[in-house]
């Protein structure tokens, strides 16, 4: 195995530590989300156990939040320091800072119109499991479409700052991983090669997940069937 480096570059973080921080801050989030399957015993093999297992999920809705809000964070944070170790000038740095600041205020809009939306659906999930049951057997998608007709743009209020969070995401991590573009082959010690490895893990896992968006988001418009239902803005 062999250690990529960038071309000249005298930046200490490079874009082969870069890589390798996002590789083990990967793996980090499926051991943890693994355990925290295992740990609240999570099923979703029935209907039942589903029921019971969306109420967990519910009852630790603080810690979700706040080991997903550490894992963006510091995957942003690579992002940042990457960019600006770039031998750009910084007016670049500057512009090219912009992709994960677009990421961060569209998944912060998103996030906030899908609380509104949850809010208006006014699911139980503090009632008990029988009650939660009930609550979705009369559940449809058509509760959704009214919920998202009281956001201040309906659909465009959640779809368009999705589009903008599958557009910068794809476009940050492509960047760090082909920028620059020069690369030089070397041999390194056997770290390295075992970081080089995760980091191939780590590229093969983004580009199947940027594969499955294009195919299922831009390609295939899955709110173009709904659009009909809402008034023109």
Known sequence: MVKYRDQK????????????????LMIIGVVATTLFYFQ???????????????????????????????????????????IFAFKYHILSRLLLAL???????????????????????NIPFG?????????????????ILQAI?????QLNSIK??????????ITMFTMIIILPIQIYISNQSLWQKFNALLIL?????????????IIHFIINDPFLSYEPFFKPI
């Open 99 to 121: 992709i994960p600041t677009i990421f961060l205020t569209a998944l912060l809009l998103l996030s906030f119109n899908t609380h509104l939306v949850l809010t208006e659906l």
């Open 40 to 82: 609240y015993k999570l099923n979703f093999k029935t209907s039942f156990t589903q029921v019971s297992s969306y109420l967990t999920i519910y009852q630790q809705r603080e810690l979700i939040f706040i080991a997903s809000t550490i894992f963006i964070a510091l995957f942003l944070l690579i992002i940042y320091i990457r």
């Open 201 to 213: 893990g780590f590229v093969i896992l983004f580009s199947i997940s940027a594969y499955y968006i």
């Open 9 to 24: 570059s005298k930046t200490k973080f490079s874009r082969f530590l870069a890589l390798s921080l996002c590789a083990w």
């Open 160 to 169: 368009i700052p999705l589009y903008i969070m599958i557009y910068s995401y």
């Open 149 to 153: 007709t009281t956001l201040p743009y």
């Open 127 to 143: 009632q008990g499991l029988f009650t939660f049951k009930k609550y979705l057997q009369t559940f449809s998608i058509d509760n």
